[in-house]
């Protein structure tokens, strides 16, 4: 079993920046890959960003189209944490975004069905 637990959500301007934090903690060692979705009200939760890697140190990113050049995902391996850092936020970026984790590898890290473990998700809220 794997715990996620999502910190740093809150409000901010249309303009500004926000880094999302995810803590693992349990069987943190099966891991393959972490990734972010988000979901907004009356909205299916979509596929944000991903970093899969394997146990020689590769490491692969995903992003959607929507946020790439404005988001950036990353993994400090000494707290198995996985950092979301937003920047250029937009007001359509409002959502609920939750970490993912996935002890399978090889799987397209951008569906949703791919993870099995999932945070409780925190709000991001951009004004215009």
């Known amino acids: 079993q794997v715990q996620l637990v999502e910190s740093g959500g809150g409000l901010v301007q249309a303009g500004g920046s926000l880094r999302l934090s995810c803590a693992a903690s349990g069987r943190t060692g099966s891991m393959y890959a972490m990734g972010w979705f988000c979901q907004a009200p009356g909205k299916e939760r979509e596929f944000v960003a991903a970093?899969?890697?394997?146990?020689?140190?590769?490491?692969?990113?995903y992003y959607a189209d929507s946020v790439k050049g404005r988001f950036t995902i990353s993994r400090e391996n000494a707290k198995n944490t996985v950092y979301l850092q937003m920047n250029s936020l937009k007001p359509e970026d409002t959502a609920v975004y939750y970490c993912a984790a996935t002890m399978v590898s090889y799987l397209d890290y951008r569906k949703a069905s791919s993870y099995e473990y999932w945070g409780q998700g925190t709000q991001v809220t951009v004004s215009s």
């Open positions: 970093i899969g890697w394997t146990w020689s140190g590769i490491r692969t990113y």
